[in-house]
């Protein structure tokens, strides 16, 4: 039963993504044709600013909310204080935020001037804004999440993204306003859904805001700023140091395998969505055998996320010919990678349980530069000798690092039983598979070389499954429904 509602709650999550995912494809086009590659370069400059003011503004408030909310300890009355507390602090530390934006903009602006960036301090005001209503939306939905209305989070998620997306298009093809109209507009939308987003969690919203709760929902929270800057340098530096070390053509073909590879990362997305909220209410509704479901639960999304990311590697070569131009088929190699790399970071979503459930957040800070140093020092050694492709080596085995670490400390500070050969040979199983994705990558169809990929999937596929405990999870089934 868990986990068929842990499925059909990812597949809604994972639903409401992809939608949105639809919606930008179809109008990206149009806005991009109306503005300049400065005005692109600009507008990425603004939003990778702000995305680090959001992680201050976040202040790992909803990951806070989310351990104590289902917590054994955390009584019915208290969740509506815990929720309403984490959003006052938000909206704070966003109004905080604005203002200091506001005050220093001034100095900002007119360097933007200098370099001639289209457009006017209206944009970073807006700007400023779209950040905070960005994070506090975004708070929102992560409570839906937990009062597990999957189909509220699908309409309050596809809702923004509808609105925003043609709205943008009206703003910038029709009315020609440019970056200051998108981000304005943007804004607008976000602080306009605000009132729709608290309707749907109103009966978790309170005016009993609690200094204890906002002490505690803040020490838990804070180090995911720390780790969402490591992690934020980590995820762009392999494209810098390959454009220093390397070329700038490296960085377009590492980039192509990079958006191929969200296919795995949507799977990954999808259920952690789910995931988050259900893990602290099965530890409360499963005092007894929680460890041993975290166990299980580890193992399928191993076995899953290898498949995903296994067939889409096999057949990398195949598809990069069929889809990009001849420049990219090099793409191939790092795609293959990058999949197994991402099919191994998902795994962190139950990797790192233990380390939330002892409250050791600071750990989560201390790993991710970690990892963020390895990866430097592997895309330092790799880069100049396999270009795109030893980027995606050392982002792979930096995601091996991060969910070896997490696990680790799991197992040191709230250990798991988890069936260690079980999880070897699905492991196994999957570099295996990448390697003969490796071996038998090409560019040109054939149909005996597809056939022998797709047994060699098929035979990893039963592998896996051999090494799942599907009788255990039979058996509880059935004890459940009184057989």
């Given at each position: 039963m868990i986990f068929r509602k842990l499925a059909k709650d990812s597949a809604i999550y994972g639903g409401a993504d992809f939608f949105s995912r639809v919606i930008a494809f179809f109008t990206f086009p149009l806005i991009a044709a109306a503005l300049s590659p400065l005005a692109f370069g600009a507008l990425e400059l603004v939003a990778t600013t702000t995305a680090l003011l959001g992680l201050v503004i976040n202040c790992g408030l909803n990951n806070a909310v989310q351990r104590f909310y289902w917590d054994k300890d955390t009584t019915v009355m208290q969740r509506p204080v815990i929720v309403s507390t984490g959003m006052a602090l938000q909206i704070a530390l966003g109004v905080l935020i604005i203002a200091v934006g506001a005050l220093i903009s001034p100095i900002i602006y007119p360097q933007?001037?200098?370099?001639?960036?289209?457009?006017?301090?209206?944009?970073?005001i807006a700007a400023l804004f779209l950040m905070a209503a960005n994070q506090w939306n975004q708070f929102i939905l992560d409570v839906v999440r937990l009062h597990f209305t999957p189909w509220k989070f699908f309409i309050l998620e596809l809702l923004s993204k509808v609105l925003i997306a043609f709205a943008g298009v009206a703003v910038v093809v029709y009315f020609k306003w440019g970056i200051d109209g998108l981000l304005g507009i943007q804004a607008l939308i976000m602080f306009a859904l605000l009132p729709v987003a608290l309707f749907m969690i109103r009966k978790d919203i309170t005016s009993a805001i609690e200094v204890n709760w906002a002490r505690e929902l803040t020490k838990f929270g804070y180090p995911f700023i720390f780790a969402g800057m490591a992690f934020w340098l980590f995820s762009s530096m392999d494209r810098w140091m390959l454009a220093l070390?390397?070329?700038?053509?490296?960085?377009?073909?590492?980039?192509?395998?990079?958006?191929?590879?969200?296919?795995?990362?949507?799977?990954s997305m999808a259920f952690g969505q789910a995931w988050s909220p259900f893990a602290m209410k099965i530890r409360t509704d499963n005092p007894d055998s929680y460890r041993e479901i975290f166990a299980h639960v580890l193992l399928l999304l191993l076995f899953i996320m290898l498949l995903i990311g296994g067939i889409l590697g096999l057949f990398s070569g195949e598809l990069i010919a069929f889809l990009m131009p001849e420049e990219y088929r090099g793409s191939a190699l790092p795609l293959i990678v990058?999949?197994?790399?991402?099919?191994l970071q998902a795994t962190q979503q139950v990797t790192a349980t233990g380390i939330s459930l002892e409250k050791k957040t600071f750990l989560f800070a201390r790993l991710a530069w970690l990892t963020a140093g390895v990866n430097f020092v592997l895309n330092w050694v790799l880069i100049p000798a396999y270009g795109a492709t030893g980027a995606a080596v050392a982002t792979a085995i930096a995601y091996l690092l991060v969910t070896g670490s997490y696990l680790y400390y799991t197992q040191k500070l709230h250990p798991l039983p988890i069936p260690w050969k079980n999880l070897s040979v699905i492991l196994c199983s999957g570099i295996m598979m990448t390697l003969i994705a490796v071996l038998w990558?090409?560019?040109?169809?054939?149909?005996?070389?597809?056939?022998?990929k797709l047994f060699v999937f098929a035979g990893v596929a039963g592998i896996g499954w051999l090494m799942l405990p599907v009788k255990k999870w039979e058996n509880v089934q059935l004890l459940r429904q009184g057989r």
């Open positions: 933007a001037q200098k370099a001639n960036l289209p457009f006017s301090w209206i944009a970073l070390m390397s070329s700038v053509e490296e960085v377009g073909i590492y980039s192509v395998a990079s958006k191929f590879s969200t296919i795995v990362l949507f799977a990058l999949c197994f790399g991402i099919a990558n090409q560019h040109t169809f054939s149909w005996r070389i597809a056939g022998l």
